[in-house]
């Protein structure tokens, strides 16, 4: 069974992005505009990253093309060429020639230095605001092994896009996601894990039984997710260290599946098909019983809570077509936020809590959308023949979902979006990929 939906749509779609920095002398620092989705990147400078230890020299070139990876990723952001740079940077610790980088137009400078010593591995960086000549705030540090290189990359990247933007970061976070195989009548499912832009894929499942819906636990060390291993759809926890799994609900004569995890970790919803009856309830995932949240006779599924808790955003047909609505954490009177032609499906609560994402179909075709969470302001993300299944980067700035193909040999694969709308693009995957959840930033 598939849920179809989501979408994105933020507060800094149509607004412009300032950050001030600590140490920066500007009286006008480094800024994005963006303005009514449209926005002229912000051009940077990225030499390789020097190595101060003579077997650090190809960790640091591949540490370099990462962080560059991960900032023009977004859209926000331009690299200029090496080719155009008249200054060469020989030592971390030399000043800058603020005049050499203004010339080929970069605003922004970003230096950095790796160090490999036994089993450590040291990654130092400093950002620099070109036009006003000034280092913003001090250099960073970041250690770890030399295998982890990539997640300090990440974190170097995180670290220049959050003083640029002013936002959270997202490169250090993970996506697990179903893995898809097979033609379309005899597809294989299992459930893979990666970091956010694809790399270092790992199997948790194999293929043996379909799964749907993996959902991540708030600190991103548990998963829960649907799967048809009995034969019925049941809900399975999976601990993503040790890849133990157990299921949490299994009552003879029930259907439970599309759960998702409270914001406390110890709780989730989930919803329960029984006598030709699909509701929500809520259990622990420690043990106990359940707790009945709806008993409307209609079909309600795919909640989401609010990020404090206190509410949740669901999908129903109460009202003769597909809608969305809310309802309190505990049950209670709903509701309705959706009135747009069409039908609405898998909300999604933003982590800043100001918008719901969404899938949408309307006149035979599928979008991502998002709306305030009083139902205000909807705005399409994306259009096609069958997109699906939203989850939000960690700072809410980003969606990631689902797009097939259409015809017999169509295919799953990934995308994201920003939530102007702009910025439209695949994730790669080893294979075909579905039902993406975005975990939170790794510590």
């Known amino acids: 069974m598939r849920f179809l939906g989501m979408v994105l749509l933020a507060a800094l779609g149509l607004m412009s992005l300032t950050a001030g920095f600590a140490g920066a002398q500007s009286s006008g620092p480094l800024r994005i505009e963006i303005t009514e989705g449209v926005i002229e990147p912000l051009p940077f400078a990225l030499p390789v990253f020097q190595a101060e230890t003579g077997d650090a020299t190809g960790v640091a070139a591949q540490i370099s093309q990462v962080v560059s990876g991960d900032l023009v990723g977004t859209g926000l952001f331009r690299e200029i060429p090496a080719t155009a740079f008249i200054s060469t940077v020989s030592n971390f610790a030399d000043p800058v020639q603020y005049a050499d980088w203004k010339a080929i137009n970069a605003q922004a400078l ?54 640029i933007t002013g936002e959270g970061g997202y490169f250090d976070s993970r996506v697990v996601y179903v893995s898809e195989t097979g033609s379309k009548d005899a597809r294989q499912k299992r459930l893979a894990i990666m970091d956010y832009d694809g790399a270092n894929v790992q199997f948790l499942t194999d293929s043996s039984a379909i799964v749907l819906a993996p959902r991540f636990s708030p600190n991103g060390d548990r998963v829960i997710y649907t799967s048809y291993e009995t034969g019925f759809p049941r809900i399975y926890l999976l601990d993503v260290g040790s890849v133990q799994r157990r299921v949490l609900e299994n009552q003879e004569g029930t259907m ?188």
């Open 256 to 443: 439970s599946f599309a759960p998702r995890f409270a914001p406390d970790g110890q709780n989730i919803v989930f919803s329960l098909s029984q006598g030709g009856n699909t509701d929500i309830y809520a259990m622990n995932v420690g043990g106990g019983g359940t707790q009945r949240l709806t008993s409307a006779p209609s079909i309600e599924t795919a909640p989401s809570f609010s990020p404090d808790g206190s509410q949740i955003v669901f999908e129903s047909d109460r009202s003769g077509s597909q809608q969305l609505y809310i309802m309190p954490a505990g049950g209670g009177e709903a509701r309705r936020i959706s009135f747009g032609p069409g039908r609405y499906g898998t909300p999604v609560w933003s982590p800043r809590g100001d918008l719901i994402a969404f899938t949408k179909q309307n006149g035979g075709r599928f979008h991502i959308g998002v709306m305030r969470t009083d139902g205000a302001e909807e705005r399409l993300l994306t259009a096609s023949f069958l997109d699906e299944g939203p989850t939000w980067a960690p700072n809410g700035r980003v969606i990631m979902f689902t797009r097939e193909s259409q015809g017999a040999s169509g295919s799953s694969t990934l995308y994201s979006v920003d939530i102007s709308g702009r910025n439209l693009r695949p994730v790669r995957t080893p294979d075909g990929g579905s039902d993406p959840s975005w975990s939170p930033l790794l510590k």
């Open 110 to 163: 970003i230096t950095g230095a790796v160090a490999v010593q036994g089993n450590q591995l040291t990654v130092k960086f400093r950002l620099y605001d070109v036009f006003s000549g000034a280092e913003m705030g001090s250099g960073l540090q970041f250690s770890g092994t030399p295998e982890g290189w990539r997640r300090m990359a990440h974190k170097v990247a995180d670290a220049v896009y959050s003083r």
